[in-house]
């Protein structure tokens, strides 16, 4: 999914107009970037934890060449998901689990073959 159609599903349920919607979206979204520049950390309860963290530098190998090469320290961004999300994922992996043991189950029965009387 984009911003863009993010924008147009809050847009739709909410009765505002895609351009003020696009904004506040965006306006969030830049909110959170500063904040992780400042503060290296925040938290959305029942979202997740977006933190900034410092990658130390280590020695590495080209996968191609298979040279060693030096990866300066780095500093990556983070995110832990809230309880709430991780919730609806595991609901996902559920429905998608019970899907395929159904397919499979479908697959293994034979279908039934028709009987003609004369």
């Known amino acids: 999914m984009t911003k863009k159609e993010i924008v147009k599903a809050i847009s739709d349920e909410i009765g505002m107009t ?42 590495a190998r080209n996968p191609r060449t298979g040279d060693k090469v030096f990866v300066p320290e780095k500093f990556v961004v983070t ?12 609901q996902l992996e559920a429905a998608a689990a019970a899907k395929a043991a159904l397919e499979q189950h479908t697959e293994a029965e034979p279908a039934p073959m028709e009987t003609t009387s004369s």
């Open 18 to 59: 895609q351009l003020k919607t696009k904004e506040i979206v965006q306006k969030t979204f830049d909110a959170i970037v500063e904040t992780l520049i400042q503060e290296r950390r925040i938290e959305l309860r029942n979202f997740g934890v977006f933190e900034v963290k410092k990658r130390a530098a280590r020695k």
């Open 79 to 90: 995110f832990k998901p809230g309880k709430e999300m991780e919730e609806k994922v595991r």
